[in-house]
Nanobody
Framework: QVQLVESGGGLVQPGGSLRLSCVTS????????MRWYRQTPGMERDLVAG????????SYVDSVKGRFTISRDNARKTVYLYMNSLKFEDTAVYYC??????????WGQGTQVTVSS
């Protein structure tokens, strides 16, 4: 059974930091590109950051470059999103996504991140 379980969300002040984790099971984690998406009410789910499987090449949306870092631990089958210098506009539900192909991909249930003073 495939599982992706996110954790680490919460309430943080502007300028603060959070670390999101996504623990996975049930698929060959090291073969999958892992991604973090975020979604606000009424909006589409947007890609935030990604990391490839074997080569661990990372990519980021422009709005988070220099503030967010994605990493993975293949031994623990876990992907992380380190978020620094958080802004109000980073408030969203953050989703973990495992991608092998358009026909083989999985989503987590999401974790809420709220940036508020």
């Amino acid at each position: 059974q495939v599982q992706l379980v996110e954790s680490g969300g919460g309430l943080v002040q502007p300028g603060g930091s959070l670390r999101l984790s996504c623990v996975t099971s049930g698929f060959s984690f090291n073969l999958y590109s892992m991604r973090w998406y975020r979604q606000t009410p009424g909006m589409e789910r947007d890609l935030v950051a990604g990391i490839t499987g074997i080569t661990e090449v990372t990519s980021y949306v422009d709005s988070v470059k220099g503030r967010f870092t994605i990493s993975r631990d293949n031994a623990r089958k876990t992907v992380y999103l380190y978020m620094n210098s958080l802004k109000f506009e980073d408030t969203a539900v953050y989703y973990c996504h495992a991608y092998l192909s358009n026909y083989t991909n999985y989503w987590g249930q999401g974790t809420q991140v709220t940036v508020s003073s």
